[in-house]
């Protein structure tokens, strides 16, 4: 009598239902994630070998070539700039210990960055960073 040997099962597992479901969870978070357009400053900030990358929270104060203003994310002059500073509520910090980040254009002058350091000190803050690129 002959015995015939019965040939193994192959498995196989079929991926294409899995990566369907996979692309359709992607398009999901994709489409129903909202983007937060944040107003756009352009500066050309100034290049420092010695230039290390540290967040900092706090305010930020940038200077553009043109002469703007911001005070974080809105446009300011002087005298708003100062009136900002005065009314600031620094939480339980004290405004001397308070972090500026002051980011100024290549191209602003000397002149326009001693008088934004002016309104600072004149309104009590003292811990002023300049932000850079590295080379």
Do not use: C
């Amino acid at each position: 009598m002959k015995v015939k040997k019965l040939s193994s099962v192959q498995a196989s597992v079929d991926m294409i239902p899995m990566l369907d479901v996979v692309f359709q969870l992607i398009l999901f978070f994709l489409v129903s994630t909202t983007f937060a357009v944040l107003p756009a400053v352009n500066v050309s900030l100034p290049e420092s070998s010695t230039a290390s990358a540290e967040p900092v929270e706090g305010i930020t104060i940038t200077a553009e070539k043109g002469g703007a203003l911001w005070f974080n994310d809105a446009a300011v002059t002087y005298e708003e700039l100062d009136a900002r500073l005065a009314g600031f509520d620094t939480g339980s910090k004290q405004k001397q210990e308070y972090p500026v980040v002051l980011e100024a254009d290549d191209a602003v002058t000397n002149g326009t960055i001693v008088h934004l350091f002016d309104v600072l000190r004149k309104n009590g803050f003292a811990t002023v960073n300049l932000r850079t690129t590295e080379r």
